[in-house]
């Protein structure tokens, strides 16, 4: 134990841990309860390729908006910011809820994204901040703020289902609004008010601070790469390839150059460590939510289950995933990393494996509860591993700014998997869909693999926080 381990005091109470954590359930459990719901919207609305934009809508606003959202913090101070994003996500969940047309929902899920990116980021820095001024050990609240964001992604798909088969699709807007009330007024009450904003800053030293020019050409790149390859399926406009890469062009060459980039390409330059966790956990998402996605739509589509019964379908992930996670906590502590992630990615092969060749509707139940119980392993031992490297790649100055990368890293993999599924499935999730989808997710598991088996990095020396 070092001097600076000796030197803290008790723990951050638990009722600031809670309290910062709360909103961070508010985009796990969006993000999740979205894939059960998506047969209801697009029976309502009559408009499959318009309800694919709900997911990559939703997040490139939130990968764009979840480093802005810190970066707020830091000016105007994280309570404040964490506020605010609590009253965007009310706006939005009212909009989403009474929205005439699909378009309108997507509009309202974009301004949901930009709500809920703000809650993650400023919550590790209420906690931080806490354990700073109170001398208090930060490990127990930063590991509720994780434990808050996992469990709820893996119970949202059987709450949404609970919600949609009983009340219909608009319930999954309206849980939001509890979880706001009771997060605003703990926040309120526990969290103590601002006292480090910087609120004299000049407008143009505000302006720089955020780099909105990096974040516009992040905004363009991703948005219009996100169109082609959404319309890649059919005729897709190949001129518009040449947008993303003069955008990733200018992208590079301005976060290089300047001095507070909204993603900072030269640290991935130079800690080989740090860019390989992010890779790895690009991958990762891309799998793990091309299942999370395709899943609930297939129990429906092809095996006729209603929103409710797809939903505890699903249980099997929640639980799995929950115990994973405790499970997974106790392996990287003795074993390390490397090992940690070879059984993530093993579990993630075999999930992979049996959504390929178990596709058919004549399959029994148990042998569907199998498959999502398998596929809950990954998402402990994978999440957990990966936050732990970022964790030991960066330095006390770095990790804030290289969580934020991991968290856009996280929501562009969700992108990137509505891609995968416009690909294998379609719009509408068959049996081929799953199966090819299945493959997919095999593929990106081997990689992963040898990834774990080729990187120096991962050792057993590698900085492990004990309990």
């Not at 009983?166 to 999954?172: C, E, N, V």
Request: glycine share 8%; aromatic share 8%.
């Amino acid at each position: 134990m070092s001097s600076t381990e000796r030197a803290l005091g008790a723990a951050v109470p638990a009722k600031v841990s809670i309290s910062a954590s709360s909103a961070s359930v508010l985009q796990p459990l969006n993000s999740s309860m979205i894939a059960v719901a998506m047969v209801a919207i697009v029976t309502h609305f009559g408009s499959p390729a318009g309800a694919s934009w709900l997911i990559s809508g939703m997040y490139i606003a939130t990968a764009v908006s979840a480093p802005i959202g810190g970066k707020l913090g830091t000016i105007f101070g994280a309570r404040r910011i964490y506020l605010m994003g609590l009253g965007i996500v009310g706006v939005a969940t009212v909009v989403g809820s009474f929205a005439p047309d699909i378009n309108w929902l997507i509009a309202a899920y974009v301004l949901l994204g930009i709500g809920m990116a703000t809650h993650f980021p400023n919550a590790m820095t209420i906690i931080r901040d806490y354990a700073d001024r109170h001398r208090s050990d930060p490990k127990s609240a930063l590991l509720t703020l994780v434990l808050c964001s996992q469990s709820v992604a893996a119970l949202g798909p059987t709450v949404g289902g609970l919600l949609v088969g009983t009340f219909g699709w608009q319930s999954i807007l309206w849980i939001n609004l509890p979880v706001i009330a009771l997060s605003g007024a703990a926040v309120l009450r526990y969290v103590a008010p601002d006292s480090t904003a910087r609120q004299s800053d000049s407008r143009r030293s505000l302006l720089r601070s955020l780099d909105l020019l990096g974040v516009g050409l992040f905004v363009v790149l991703t948005s219009t790469t996100m169109m082609f390859l959404l319309s890649a399926g059919g005729s897709p406009p190949w001129f518009l390839l040449a947008v993303p890469a003069i955008a990733l062009v200018l992208f590079v060459v301005r976060e290089w150059h300047t001095d507070e980039p909204f993603i900072d390409v030269r640290a991935l330059a130079h800690n080989r460590s740090l860019s390989a966790t992010l890779v790895r956990t690009l991958l990762t998402y891309v799998a793990f939510y091309s299942v999370f996605f395709s899943v609930p739509q297939w129990l429906q589509y092809q095996r006729g289950m209603s929103a409710t019964q797809t939903g505890l379908t699903m249980l099997p992930v929640a639980a799995v995933g929950i115990l994973s996670t405790y499970v997974a906590s106790k392996v990287l502590r003795r074993c390390g990393p490397r090992i940690t992630l070879t059984v993530g990615s093993v579990a993630l092969t075999a999930g992979g494996l049996l959504l390929a060749i178990v596709e058919r509707t004549t399959a029994p139940i148990v042998v569907v509860l199998l498959v999502a119980a398998v596929l809950g392993v990954p998402s402990g031992f994978n999440n957990l591993s990966n936050q732990n490297m970022v964790n030991s790649a960066t330095s006390l100055e770095e990790v804030g700014t290289a969580m934020g990368m991991y968290r856009t890293v996280q929501f562009l993999g969700a992108n990137l998997a509505a891609v995968v599924l416009q690909f294998t499935a379609g719009p509408s999730v068959g049996d081929d869909g799953i199966r090819h989808t299945g493959w997919v997710v095999v593929a990106i598991s081997l990689v992963l693999l040898f990834g774990v088996a080729v990187t120096r990095s991962l050792t057993r020396g590698e900085r492990i926080p004990r309990e």
